[in-house]
């Protein structure tokens, strides 16, 4: 069994950070893409930026220059540093990872459970 946990949601006033994780635990041979997206209610989930395992990464255009994914594979963890956040940012965040159980499985894509990030003005 594959779990994405997350942590670092909360409330914060505008123009400030707040660092969210995810740990990927259970039975795993590798991961490849590791990343996040976030949701409000009754919009789609859109992406915030995802990193793959070689250190490559991808920003949605919204956060470009304010937020920074980053991963440690040797923890099964990536990060997304988030500062000079600003109202528009409030949203579920959820994480993803695409893991390979063996050398024979091709993927699945995993979700964490999501994680709040508030932003007062």
């Known amino acids: 069994q594959v779990q994405l946990v997350e942590s670092g949601g909360g409330l914060v006033q505008a123009g400030g950070s707040l660092r969210l994780s995810c740990a990927a635990s259970?039975?795993?041979?590798?991961?490849?893409?590791m990343g996040w997206y976030r949701q409000v209610p009754g919009k789609q989930r859109a992406l915030v930026a995802h990193?793959?395992?070689?250190?490559?990464?991808n920003y949605g255009d919204s956060v470009v220059g304010r937020f920074t994914i980053s991963r440690d594979n040797a923890k099964n963890t990536v990060y997304l540093q988030m500062d000079s956040l600003n109202p528009e940012d409030t949203a579920a965040y959820y994480c993803?990872?695409?893991?390979?159980?063996?050398?024979?499985?091709?993927?699945?894509?995993?979700w964490g459970q999501g994680t709040q990030v508030t932003v007062s003005s």
């Open positions: 259970g039975s795993m041979f590798s991961i490849n893409v």
């Open positions: 990193i793959t395992s070689g250190g490559s990464t």
């Open positions: 993803y990872a695409n893991i390979r159980r063996s050398l024979w499985d091709s993927g699945t894509v995993y």
